[in-house]
């Protein structure tokens, strides 16, 4: 549950500056067609943040493939370390201040995508019976 919540406050946090990217700056959707050559700073977000979004995805999956194959004990093992593993990439990629709250969303991408190389490391492990309890928790 806890692990939902987390998830859904980073979600929210990369909608709303999407969104924010997009009303702000009517030009947007013409522009960042072409991630290849963002034209501006909102363009860049705006692709950025498709990626980020598609690396999320793809965690989310791996998350709930590994999940599948573990039982109870080894489950919450697996949530201990996700929930670590999310501490230390939103300590890591974001902070607050007085001013706002800011995201390094190619750090965030880059997390996420080496997290999920990992859980992917572990479903083939598990799937092939050698799952060790002890890498669940990293």
């Known amino acids: 549950m806890t692990i939902n919540i987390i998830k859904h406050s980073i979600r929210n946090s990369s909608l709303v500056l999407l969104t924010s990217a997009i009303f702000m ?16 700073d909102f363009d860049g977000l705006y692709c950025l943040t498709k990626v980020y979004l598609e690396a999320d995805k793809e965690l989310n999956n791996s998350y709930g493939k590994l999940n599948k194959l573990l039982n109870n004990s080894q489950k919450a093992i697996l949530k201990r370390g996700q929930l670590a593993w999310m501490r230390e990439r939103n300590n890591k990629c974001s902070y607050n201040n007085e001013a706002g709250f800011y995201v390094n969303i190619g750090c965030a991408t880059r997390t996420t ?5 990992f859980l992917n490391e572990r479903v083939r492990e598990c799937a092939a019976g050698s799952c060790r309890d002890s890498r669940l928790g990293e």
């Open 25 to 40: 700056l009517p030009t947007l959707s013409w522009g960042a067609q072409n991630c290849d050559k963002p034209i501006n």
């Open 113 to 117: 995508t080496n997290r999920v190389n």
